[in-house]
């Protein structure tokens, strides 16, 4: 006989294959691949008719997860901001979200005053010099 429970039902995270949400953080569960859904079925068009081409979908973003530590106080202040702006708007709809944008605007103005509005040089394979941990 086992000791552990089986769970009466699953919930499938809405983040893509292998990304964290928030609710998974407070949870402390593995976020979990969705049910793939079926294809929409569109109808024949009209013989004769001139129909437009169809529309490619969106091509999917490659992530990379990256640890950051903030101060307790900021990190409750998010999590208040995102508890209440996520239903309400777009670039609080999660912590991913919330922190893709906020890095996004910090890069390209520090990219605009520091390297002509150009990209800094990055090698994929390269690592960040190790520095002193923050609270320390």
């Known amino acids: 006989m086992s000791t552990s429970k089986s769970p009466k039902f699953a ?13 998974d953080e407070l949870t402390g569960g593995a976020p979990t691949a ?14 004769g008719s001139r129909t437009a081409p169809p529309e490619s979908p969106a091509p999917r973003v490659s992530r990379d997860p990256i640890r950051v530590q903030v101060p307790r106080d900021l990190a409750d202040r998010v ?5 209440a ?10 912590l991913n979200v919330a922190t893709a944008a906020a890095l996004e605007q910090l890069v390209s ?3 605009r005053e520091h390297n002509n509005g150009e990209p800094f040089p990055w090698q ?13």
């Open 124 to 136: 994929p394979g390269d690592h960040l010099l190790p520095g002193r941990r923050v609270g320390h």
């Open 79 to 83: 999590r208040g901001a995102i508890a």
């Open 34 to 47: 969705p049910a793939a859904a079926a294809p929409p079925v569109r109808a024949a068009p009209e013989p």
């Open 109 to 111: 103005q520090a990219e």
């Open 11 to 23: 919930i499938h995270s809405t983040q893509p294959p292998g990304a964290s949400s928030v609710l």
């Open 85 to 94: 702006l996520a239903y309400r708007v777009p670039e609080w709809a999660s």
